[in-house]
């Protein structure tokens, strides 16, 4: 009988194959996101439920193919194939073997809506399974505000004003919507990562975030027709940028806004202190080959003054990196934003009159010692000049200026790294929406002031 079944449920699924690229208009209020780790060949899933297990086919999710024998069901890819499952009960016993392509999805049967516990973990909606030559792909289908429901809560405080978490249950969702393509070459639309959002699922939701995905139901961020990709980051530091600036591409709702609610709030100002022997070791991991960091020359920043490019002068060479690169060289969590700047850990960098600094191309070097008031005179004896910001030398070819602050000797000692704000910098600083929410914005305004030109609107 079990066996009769089986050849079933397959022939409706030869007979009637779903497609798994292009969303059917069903499944239009649907997403796909891979969940948990990707599992081994060999490797089981445990997948359960409280009351009853059925499986159905994507597009039909009245009409069950097949009730399961209990509420519990182990999964594994077939042996030797990364296209097809085997489906065992609580007791071992052989179910059915079914397609990895995620056209058949797994439900709470006896419920009106379906919980779906993997490896312990609860999540609304579907499960389904996708093969593929890394392994198995845990893949929860879900409609996207129960989805929002576990994604709201992983990105922001719960606890943070009602408008903000408004604010950022709208950034959630079109954001969502905007980037469904992005893992569709996988099989599946978006992962429960940072690379797409965050997504805990059921365990993760909270009454206030749930609260606010239900009253922005179905709202979302437009600019020119189009659903706008709502990025967001922790804080802005006082000043957003623009995405060119960063990802290169120029998108006219995400230009750099002035932004004092991101001033006084967490990690609106940090500092890191660290040795030059853990800085050469960061790099030399990081493929920089230069010998020894003898100092830092920050070559070009933006207009809200994150670090476009710099230059790392070693004792046997130097490398010009950009700013984003040489923060995720040194660790994205340890250098916050790259809006930032470099010093000494002493005071002593500061322009005095018993201060010399001697410049050449590529950097300036500070020399020892009390002299008393210098001066700077050349080969001729004409005298140069210096003041707090500016360096002015004269050489056989004119005068030139540097800038003092901007280069940094750290050939002894450590460097201190001090910077405002964490993230990227593009679009909604998520401290800065809390903090308009305390000050009385509401979640459009906020959304407006952010995201440059948008409209709120009903998807
Ligand atoms: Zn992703």
Known sequence: MKRNLIIFIALIIILFPSISNGRTEEDLDYIDVKIGKTYELLERVRISTDSGMSIYQ????????????GNTMYISLSLGRYDEIDVYDDSNTYVATLPANGTVIFGEGDSETSLMSVDGKKYRGYITFIGSRNGLYVINHVNIEDYLYGVVPKEIP?????????????????YAYSTMNKHINEGF???DTTHCQVYGGYDAEQPTTNKAVDQTLGLVAEYDGNIASTVFHSSSGGHTESSENVWGGRVPYLVAVEDPFSLNTVNSKWEIVMDSDSLNQKLMSGGIDIGELRSIDIMETTESGRVVELILN?????????????????GTTTIKSTLFSVGTNTDSQDMNDSTIYAATERRIQMLEGDRGKISIISGDERIGSYSDESIAVIGDRGVFTYKTPETVDISR???????????HGIGMSQYGAIEMAKQGFDFEEILEHYYTGIEITKY
Not at 413 to 421: C, E, K, L, P, Y
């Open 58 to 69: 994507k597009d039909d999710k009245v009409d069950a193919l097949m009730e399961l024998p």
């Open 158 to 174: 719960s606890l943070s004003s009602e408008e903000a978490l408004k604010a950022q249950a709208v950034a959630a969702r079109s």
């Open 189 to 191: 639309n978006v992962c």
């Open 314 to 330: 070693g004792s046997r060479g130097s490398a010009e990196v950009s700013g984003e690169r040489f923060r995720s060289l040194i």
């Open 413 to 423: 000692g450590s460097v201190v790294i001090s910077g405002r704000g964490f993230g």
